[in-house]
């Protein structure tokens, strides 16, 4: 099966499969054939590093939807011991488009909840591309209160381009349910630890996105609206996706300038996919460092200082000279 790749990596993909072919070669332990072999080996690590070094914020987009990269049922099983999936909304049906649960790491009992992506065209149509529905928001609220009654720190793994959009999620109320959810999750007198580790789009991100610790892929993205959705409503032409992309500042790096998050992690070049086993753990390492010294505060604090951190969101000083 031919393996996927975005457009901007198709050079260096493209020398990588040569060099592949090369070493298949019954001639490939020849001294002639290794001297060649190494040398293109060594001009494959000039093109990944020209690839991936220096990512335009829509090429950190399209690695943030890689079909290839981790999922949040990945990252429950590499961080998390003994997790529970917990399913519905006690209302109406159980939204395989929002995964959670109860899960152990280390000396911490936790609720879990994340968008789930499928890893293939079945998978994805099961869990509706990672985009949820009204019952999907009430069962991530379902497990809030549970947090709150039983004293549990809540971790939310973000991933979607946002809530599904269509007739049956109007009807159900879904700007009803991701309200309900901002709401909860503002109150709950418990740690809060956001990952974005893929899609962060929307008030379908929103939902699940804010808490007292926002931890953030090195290339995730998190804005208000996708890049296309930008470009088509806003400036009315979908070929300026790119400009849309850059105008938004939806990167970790500018989330971090602008206060929005709190930490980033790296990823290996070419994205999480490429060493799954390295992200998934210093996600984990991140987690139990900030779970550790949120657990040390009380309940009001906790809830205090996260109603600063939400209001400062978007709040600037301005500067236009002469006495004040």
Known sequence: MKKFHYEFEAPYIKKAEEILKLKELEASEKEEIKAEIAEAEQMLEKMRLKTYSNLTPWQKVLLARHPYRPRTSDYIEAIFTDFIELKGDRKIADDKAIIAGLGTMDNFRCVIIGHQKGKDTKENILRNFGQAMPEGYQKAVRMMNLASKFKLPIVTFVDTQGAFPGEESERHNISGAISLCLKTLSRVPVPVVVVIIGEGGSGGALAIGSGDRLIMLENAY???????????????????????????????????????????????????????????????????????SLSKMSADHLKETRLKKLLQIGSYDLDIGGEP
Request: aromatic content about 4%.
């Open 222 to 292: 998190y804005s208000v609206i996708t890049p296309e959705g930008a470009a088509t409503l806003i400036l009315n032409d979908v070929g300026l996706t790119e400009n849309a992309a850059n105008a938004l500042h939806l990167t970790a790096p500018d989330l971090f300038d602008l206060g929005i998050i709190d930490y980033i992690i790296p990823e290996p070049l070419g994205g999480a996919h490429h060493a799954p086993a390295l992200v998934t753990g210093r996600v984990r390492s991140k987690l139990l460092e900030n779970l550790e």
